[in-house]
């Protein structure tokens, strides 16, 4: 099983910084890599697949890079509705595996 | 539009049977290359992917589960079914379905969950 470590666990950052979330995969998983934004009571909603591509309807704010085995969520700009919970999730080996998630919180 | 929307028992007893159904509006599971996932969150932790079944039916079973975890489709009645036999107190969590189509190819629209607590 491949094991995705999501660093850091929390980030505290103020409305209009930027954040930058990494993702490193315990082997190579191609660019089959997703990333999600999760609130509270809310089921997980697609921002990034295949490591770089936005998906529908996510702002321009939201970029994801990255090969094999690092990978990066970078959101430029903080706007208030982004504090939430970010996973990455691998789609190169069943079982497909998410990360722990990154708390970004509000300083 | 596509929705997705899970059913099912919101208190399980342990050793217990859990059966929740997604039924889903917007796409049909017999279109090439689509398919539905179910993925489950304890409460405060990660979401795990514990099944995913194909439109020609393939399947897959999280290994972990292999030997308690059913998925089966009823393509006509756009519902997808998840079976976990003999639930323990570690199997609580919300249960989601999930729809990967080709572009995305991946779990692009999500229901809404449904919370599922084990205990007696």
């Not at chain 2, 050793?15 to 159904?21: F, K």
């Amino acid at each position: 099983e491949i094991v995705l470590t999501q660093s850091p666990v929390t980030l505290s950052l103020s409305p209009g910084e930027s954040a930058t979330l990494s993702c490193r995969a315990s082997q190579g998983v191609a660019s089959q890599l997703a990333w999600y934004q999760q609130k509270p009571g809310q089921a997980p909603r697609l921002l990034i697949y295949d490591a770089s591509n936005r998906a529908t309807d996510i702002p321009a704010r939201f970029s994801g890079s990255g090969s094999r085995t690092d990978f990066t969520l970078s959101i430029s700009s903080l706007e208030p509705e982004d504090f939430a919970v970010y996973y990455c999730q691998q789609r190169h080996n069943w079982p497909w595996t998410f990360g722990q998630g990154t708390k970004v919180d509000s300083k | 539009q596509i929705t997705l929307q899970e059913s099912g028992p919101s208190l399980v007893q342990p050793t217990q049977t859990l059966t929740v159904t997604c039924t889903f509006t917007g796409f049909s599971l017999a279109t090439t290359g689509v398919g539905v996932g179910w993925i489950r969150q304890p409460p405060g932790k990660a979401p795990e992917c514990l099944a995913f079944i194909y439109w020609d039916g393939e399947k897959r079973i999280s290994p972990s589960l292999n030997t308690r975890l059913t998925i089966t489709k009823d393509t006509s009645r756009n519902q997808v079914v998840l079976t976990l036999t003999n639930m323990d107190p570690v199997d609580t969590g919300t249960y989601f379905c999930a729809y990967r189509g080709v572009v995305p190819p991946t779990f692009a629209h999500w229901g809404q969950g449904t919370l599922v607590t084990v205990s007696s």
